[in-house]
Each structure stands twice: as structure tokens, then as C-alpha cells.
């Protein structure tokens, strides 16, 4: 039993023991997004914006945070090119046709609230420019 283990001393011990203490990974299609959410939030000049969140589908973070869990909401490898803005596009989709009157949006991988499991899952993806666009043209 790994709790009765030490934590081991080497980076890659240490990575194999987070590993074999996760259950399999849910199967997710790169090219769909984990969820949406729209809330009204404050802008830096204290006024009130309808921004939607889209939760993201995109490559796991590659650190291994024991107490972390957001690896179940993403996938192994890469996302396709093309697939975070197809994303993204949906999303936009949906809140066109729900009349939604979105303008902002926050890009988050899985339900990382603090915007480390984007970092270079996305960023670093061939995606990354165009999924940065979209902060500037929402509608
Ligand atoms: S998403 Fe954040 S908490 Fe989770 S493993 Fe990566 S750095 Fe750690």
C-alpha cells in the first residue's frame, strides 16, 4: 500500500507513485468541451460583465500535485490542432443561441479555478493564438 510508503526521494519515483495511486482516466473527445458557465463578475473598473467560462478539454498538466484531481477531466496527449478553438466556437455557439450577451470570456482547462492546469496545455499548443483571440472578439 503506497500510505504506508515513503514518499520517495527522485522525481520520477515520485511521479510514478502519484501515478499508481489514480484509478483509469474517463475517455474525452478532444474536440468537446468539459462544460460552460455564464456569471455576472466584476470588471477591473468595478463594473458588471456577463462573462462565460469554458471548462476546457486539453492535455493533463504535467506536474502530479498529490492532492490534485483535475488529470480526470483531461486527456494524455496533445489536443489536435484545431480543437481548443473548435471548442471554444461551440461554446460560443450555444450561448448565441440561448441569446446569452457574453463580453468576456475566461478559458479554463478542466475545472482548474486557478488557471495552473492551462498553462501549458494550452499555451504551448499550436491552438494557443486563436484561443487567445477570442478574449478580444466574443460576439
Ligand atoms: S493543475 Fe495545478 S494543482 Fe493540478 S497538478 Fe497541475 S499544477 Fe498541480
Request: glycine residues 6%.
Amino acid at each position: 500500500m503506497h500510505y504506508l510508503s515513503p514518499y520517495p526521494e527522485l522525481p520520477a519515483a515520485r511521479d510514478r507513485f502519484i501515478l499508481d495511486l489514480r484509478g483509469p482516466r474517463p475517455p474525452h473527445d478532444p474536440w468537446r468541451y468539459q462544460g460552460v458557465s455564464v456569471e455576472d463578475e466584476l470588471t477591473e473598473r468595478g463594473e458588471r460583465a456577463r462573462v462565460g467560462t469554458v471548462f476546457l478539454t486539453g492535455r493533463e498538466c504535467p506536474w502530479r500535485c498529490a492532492m490534485c484531481d483535475l488529470w480526470r477531466h483531461t486527456t494524455h496527449a496533445d489536443t489536435p490542432p484545431g480543437a481548443i478553438p473548435a471548442q471554444v466556437a461551440a461554446a460560443r455557439q450555444l450561448w448565441r443561441d440561448n441569446r446569452e450577451q457574453i463580453s468576456r470570456i475566461k478559458l479554463y482547462n478542466a475545472s482548474s479555478a486557478t488557471g495552473c492546469a492551462v498553462s501549458r496545455p494550452i499555451a504551448t499548443s499550436s491552438d494557443a493564438p486563436r484561443s487567445a483571440d477570442t478574449k478580444r472578439t466574443t460576439r
